[in-house]
């Protein structure tokens, strides 16, 4: 019996590993479908195997990083062959597993949370992983180009910016989702479901318009964005903001709507301003509403705890009378 768990043991790992491998690979293949250029150098405005390969170390472990680092390789090979593949491809490999691995440790050195239920986990998901670690991808990757003559030494600096906000975005749109959906058991009741159909149908037509008009109308899918936060939590403000993005996305890559008629660099940043507005509002608002809640509901169980426990101490017996009024000495 013991042989044969110990057995089991390496086929669940190699099996993991595949899985996360074509999890990358396949967000890999998603994330290429639209993309922008900046300076010669073409990237993706949201790149979403960053974000898979941080959902697979907070839930797997940091033996993940083997599935990444094959899923990565798959990109590249995508893209390139064996006999193209160059030492450049090879660091990109290398950074795009290092990032990911370092969001992971930075996130555990603060005891995070993979339930997103306090506005700190929020803050950490933001600044820690998605901020601060995708620097070291974007340091590398971008070095690397132009070290091997890919890019001018001019160019690095919008280089990296496209390339550490598209991991950014990743990390910071992809890995809650993934977490969410995780996490996620209770079913919706029927009141909630006829609320989470109207607030779904108001995004499928408000999102395109605003999205895709020549009017500079974004702004309208905040309204939605707290509406869904507020009654819904983090799944509802995640799922409009990542239904936003993609359509911002796409109309930033047709160039059409508000992004029509400007540069590559105008449209980056315009496009890149939305979506991190966006994630930063989806995730540390539901953080707090959530937070909020839980003490709400934590402080309602002590407060019925509690008298529970008075009720018992108070049981069979008699409530005590007040003392009758002491009499007034005369003086005579």
Partial sequence: M??????????????????????????????????????????????????VAVAALLLVGLWAWLGIALGALLVVLSLSSFASLQPSATGIVAGNTVA????YLLLAAVHFRTDLSRFRDGLAL?????????????????????????????DFWPVWLAWWVGDAMGVLIVTPVILMLYALRAPLSLSRW?????????????VPVATRSS?????????LLIW?????????????ALFASVMATVAATDGVGPFQRLTHTEVMIKLQAFNGT????????????????????SVELACQELVEVLEHLTAGNPTPRPPPPAEEEGYG
């Fill in 2 to 51: 013991v042989a044969t768990q110990e057995m089991r043991r390496p086929a669940v790992v190699a099996l993991q590993t595949l899985v996360i491998a074509a999890c990358y690979y396949g967000a890999g293949r998603l994330g290429l479908m639209r993309r922008l250029s900046v300076e010669g150098a073409v990237f993706t405005p949201i790149w979403p195997p960053t974000g």
């Fill in 215 to 223: 009017i500079s109308m974004m702004f309208l899918v905040y309204p």
């Fill in 194 to 206: 006829k609320e989470a159909v109207l607030i779904l149908g108001a995004a499928a037509v408000l």
């Fill in 126 to 154: 933001v600044f820690l992983a998605a901020l601060g670690a995708m620097t070291i991808s974007a340091s590398a990757d971008v070095g690397l180009l132009v070290a091997t003559d890919k890019i001018a030494l001019a």
């Fill in 100 to 103: 990911p691995v370092c969001a």
């Fill in 278 to 297: 966006m994630a930063l509002t989806a995730l540390l608002l539901s953080a707090v509403i959530t937070e909020q809640r839980n003490t709400r509901r």
């Fill in 228 to 240: 869904a936060a507020l009654r819904f939590e983090l799944p509802g403000s995640l799922v409009c």
